[in-house]
């Protein structure tokens, strides 16, 4: 088959085209805005893990000591009736679970992190320089041509 035939010049156009768009993709990563966004991606989930690990390890169990000892995570309702001691055991017996304890998990984890976001965006204001004031305006090459042309005027 020959490449002059319709479908033959179809099938380059689309590879001109696949390499176009191919440059210009390219040229989109590389440019600086989508750069700090995938770091601030990666740097984000980082932040989450490290929160999540406060908020299940440190803030949940002072928060059970001050309720009367409640473990926020084992907090569930079992659809089928039955009584399990844990979320794991009442998923093995073939339960479907609503685990609201972890649901007050996840809230209390996005209070922290609102919080935190709050609190680093507060210092990041406190810290940055405010912008230069514009110089003031003086008085225009016209207002300085028009207060000569009177001053030569009231010296004759």
Do not use: H
């Not at 601030?40 to 989450?48: E, F, H, P, R, S």
């Not at 440190?58 to 309720?67: A, E, K, L, Q, T």
């Not at 794991?88 to 209070?111: H, Q």
Request: glycine share 10%; charged share 15%.
């Amino acid at each position: 088959m020959s490449y002059f035939t319709a479908k033959g010049l179809n099938f380059l156009k689309n590879i001109q085209n696949t390499k176009i768009m191919l440059k210009e993709f390219k040229d989109f990563i590389m440019t600086g805005n989508v750069i700090d966004l995938a770091i601030a991606v990666i740097l984000g989930g980082a932040v989450g893990l490290v929160v999540n690990g406060f908020v299940s390890d440190i803030m949940m169990p002072i928060v059970g000591y001050f309720s009367g000892g409640t473990d926020f995570s084992n907090m569930f309702l079992a659809m089928d009736g039955n009584d399990y001691l844990t979320v794991a055991a009442a998923k093995e017996g073939g339960s479907a679970v609503v685990a609201y304890g972890n649901w007050i998990n996840s809230i209390v984890n996005l209070i922290t992190v609102g919080f935190i976001l709050f609190i680093i965006v507060k210092s990041y204001n406190k810290v940055k320089t405010p912008p230069v004031p514009p110089a003031p305006a003086g008085p225009s090459q016209e207002d300085l041509l028009a207060e000569i042309r009177d001053l030569l005027k009231n010296n004759k």
